[in-house]
């Protein structure tokens, strides 16, 4: 059970909407996501409530296990996932948590609050388990036994990046280098505790938490604060967003610069990888989203956020500026937060959403692991969860993700198959 003090959760749905779970996907349909539950922050006596209350950063952990909150302040709440089986679709308990979760000894999970000392900005979970060295652990807490750990870093306002162990709660390494607030933070998904942070200092850097968060390079060319960084599944690409009308690619394995990405007409603030690599999304301030091949450079798809009819407010400035973009689990949709007051979810082959979901103040968006559910943050401190289109994969899609998941657009251009089937391969068929 949630703890109460600390913030509320507020049944949304009826019991016989959620207990049929979220409705599959077929092209044509448009169904509304039901909004699931809500979580609410307590209010911090000892903090001044109006300096901050933005829930800028949401993440469940790869797992499935746990969900990660910045409510604002200095607080972060470490949620054990499922939040209660009522309030989940049905099916998902199966495969939301993990055994390894539940060590021996240790019980059920238990929620936890971090107190940060700082505004909470981003936050990543490391790919589980996490193998730190024992040289992390005996170093910092010789207390704790040397096992696999989940790890959470916390980006905090004043440029120092936490990294906290999950289970326990512990604070493990506090990181220093930035010189301005630290707007978002990602893990290598190998597993290698490689680390990247996206500052407002204009720089992203690259910290290694197996060497005790040894600071490895710091990556310059951004003339405006970093928004947004994301790596790309197969550890061979980092993608960063600056408020820029360009993205900037850099190579995960020299730490240069790839190549920029133009094409969007005012800020980029968002950016994500498909599953497989082969696709990069980015989001912007001009209410666009833009698809590319990350491999070329090529734009492959517009995806224009217009206004519906009729507008939802009478502010005609910035009213689909995007916040934030994500891909789900398995590659066929893509959730955007907008600032019409709207969650839109969009199948991968479509120009126009599939469903809406009307959301105040969004700010942020993410898919839980195992498809189904969305998780949106908004200004009020609030998190929301929405249901998501689950599907069953198509034999095509599942062959392609599995041959882009280690195969370049170059090197599938090479093969000797068919044109339409390279087309394919390379998403090129839309």
């Given at each position: ?125 490391s790919p589980w388990p996490s193998p730190p060295s024992r040289k992390l652990w005996v170093r910092h807490h010789p207390q704790v036994p040397d096992v696999s750990c989940l790890i959470l870093a916390t980006g905090l306002n004043d440029g120092q990046i936490k990294i906290w162990e999950v289970q326990t709660g512990l604070l493990l390494l506090n990181l220093s280098g930035h010189q301005d607030v630290v707007r978002d933070l990602s893990f290598t ?161 479509l120009k126009t959403p599939i469903a809406f979901a009307p959301m105040t103040n969004g700010l942020c968006c993410t898919f839980f692991p195992h498809g189904g559910v969305i998780a949106t943050g908004t200004r009020d401190g609030h998190v929301q969860f929405w249901t ?43």
């Amino acid at each position: 059970m949630l703890g109460t003090q600390a913030f509320q959760l507020k049944r949304i749905a009826g019991a016989n909407a959620l207990r049929s779970g979220p409705v599959e996907h077929s092209q044509g349909m448009r169904e509304e996501p039901l909004l699931l539950a809500e979580l609410k922050p307590g209010r911090p006596h000892q903090f001044d409530w109006k300096s901050s209350c933005e829930t800028w950063s949401v993440a469940f952990s790869p797992d499935g296990s746990w969900f990660a909150w910045s409510q604002g302040h200095c607080i972060v709440k470490l949620i054990p996932w499922p939040l209660e089986e009522q309030f989940i679709p049905k099916g998902f308990e199966a495969k939301s948590r993990s055994s390894k979760n539940d060590t021996k000894g240790r019980g059920s999970p238990k929620e936890k609050t971090l107190d940060c000392g700082q505004i909470v900005w981003g936050l990543a979970f490391s790919p589980w388990p996490s193998p730190p060295s024992r040289k992390l652990w005996v170093r910092h807490h010789p207390q704790v036994p040397d096992v696999s750990c989940l790890i959470l870093a916390t980006g905090l306002n004043d440029g120092q990046i936490k990294i906290w162990e999950v289970q326990t709660g512990l604070l493990l390494l506090n990181l220093s280098g930035h010189q301005d607030v630290v707007r978002d933070l990602s893990f290598t998904p190998s597993g290698s505790l490689i680390l990247v942070s996206a500052s407002r200092d204009k720089t992203l850097r690259i910290w290694d938490l197996n060497k005790h968060g040894k600071q490895i390079q710091v990556l310059s060319g951004h003339l405006q604060w970093v928004y947004c960084c994301s790596i790309s599944p197969d550890c061979s690409m980092l993608c960063s967003a600056a408020g820029e009308k360009s993205v900037f690619l850099w190579s995960m394995r020299s730490y240069t610069l790839i190549r920029k990405l133009e094409g969007h007409q005012s800020s980029v603030v968002s950016c994500d990888f498909s599953p497989d690599s082969a696709l990069l999304v980015t989001a912007s301030y001009d209410t666009s989203v833009i698809m590319w091949d990350p491999y070329t450079g090529e734009r492959l798809r517009s995806l224009h956020h217009t206004q519906l009819s009729p507008p939802m407010d009478d502010s005609d400035v910035h009213i689909s500026s995007l916040r934030s973009v994500c891909f789900s689990p398995e590659g066929l949709y893509l959730a955007t937060v907008a600032d019409d007051r709207l969650l839109r979810i969009w199948a991968l082959e479509l120009k126009t959403p599939i469903a809406f979901a009307p959301m105040t103040n969004g700010l942020c968006c993410t898919f839980f692991p195992h498809g189904g559910v969305i998780a949106t943050g908004t200004r009020d401190g609030h998190v929301q969860f929405w249901t998501a289109p689950r599907v069953l994969s198509s034999l095509k899609h599942l062959c392609r993700k599995a041959l882009r998941s280690f195969l370049t657009t170059y090197q599938v251009l090479a093969l000797p198959i068919p044109k339409k089937m390279k087309e394919f391969l390379t998403y090129r068929t839309f």
